[in-house]
T-cell receptor, first 115, second 115 residues
Framework: NAGVTQTPKFQVLKTGQSMTLQCAQD?????MYWYRQDPGMGLRLIYY???????DKGEVPNGYNVSRLNKREFSLRLESAAPSQTSVYFC??????????????FGDGTRLSIL | SQKIEQNSEALNIQEGKTATLTCNYT??????LQWYRQDPGRGPVFLLL?????KEKRKERLKVTFDTTLKQSLFHITASQPADSATYLC??????????????FGKGTMLLVSP
């Protein structure tokens, strides 16, 4: 069972370059999420998609855009990368993001360095 | 402002002992609380969920308590093993006006179990 798959696993960018992080889940989940994890900061929500066709901002959306391509796929785009966006990015999914309290399933992350 | 606190110092215990991790929160009225495990270089993995009207939840060697008066959750691992060494994250649900619910994560506590 693949679960949540993120590509690429590692990436180095130069300041100002653009990049799209890909995420796909095979669990037929409705909701998907993008987080970033920085030392001493914990996981912070960037954007989420409650269902196909909807996206909403999380705690730290500035500098990012997202696309819910279909039910399986949710991508995160950095239009003009900045060193402050150096981080580990995690994609997650859940059955639903309502109050039914569903756990989230995470991918293994993309380690992004911006020089 | 809303805040989740987990002990930032690593917890070192001997194999066979009970590990107890703490999650304190302020300015929240969470409907439920989740605990996750994260190994180095991997994404978080869901362990347990406890609802606001539940005092205690168990799963094999794991036990979680939830005291909404103290605004605290305790996570216990009994008969700990070196394989339990990892970082443990607590996460609280934010119920949004939209009816959706997203998670806010604590920074995590590292547990080290020595043989």
């Amino acid at each position: 069972n693949a679960g949540v798959t993120q590509t690429p696993k590692f990436q180095v960018l130069k300041t100002g370059q653009s990049m799209t992080l890909q995420c796909a889940q095979d669990m037929n989940h409705n909701s998907m999420y993008w987080y970033r994890q920085d030392p001493g900061m914990g996981l912070r929500l960037i954007y989420y998609s409650a269902s196909e066709g909807t996206t909403d901002k999380g705690e730290v959306p500035n500098g990012y855009n997202v696309s819910r391509l279909n039910k399986r796929e949710f991508s995160l785009r950095l239009e003009s990368a900045a060193p402050s966006q150096t981080s580990v990015y995690f994609c997650a999914s859940s059955v639903w993001t309502g109050i039914s309290n569903q756990p989230q399933h995470f991918g293994d992350g993309t380690r992004l360095s911006i020089l | 402002s809303q805040k989740i606190e987990q002990n930032s110092e690593a917890l070192n215990i001997q194999e066979g002992k009970t590990a107890t991790l703490t999650c304190n929160y302020t300015n929240y009225s969470p409907a439920y609380l989740q605990w996750y495990r994260q190994d180095p270089g991997r994404g978080p993995v869901f362990l347990l969920l406890i609802r606001e009207n539940e005092k205690e939840k168990r799963k094999e060697r794991l036990k979680v308590t939830f005291d909404t008066t103290l605004k605290q959750s305790l996570f216990h691992i009994t008969a700990s093993q070196p394989a339990d060494s990892a970082t443990y994250l607590c996460a609280l649900a934010d119920l949004l006006n939209s009816g959706y619910s997203t998670l806010t994560f604590g920074k995590g506590t590292m547990l080290l179990v020595s043989p």
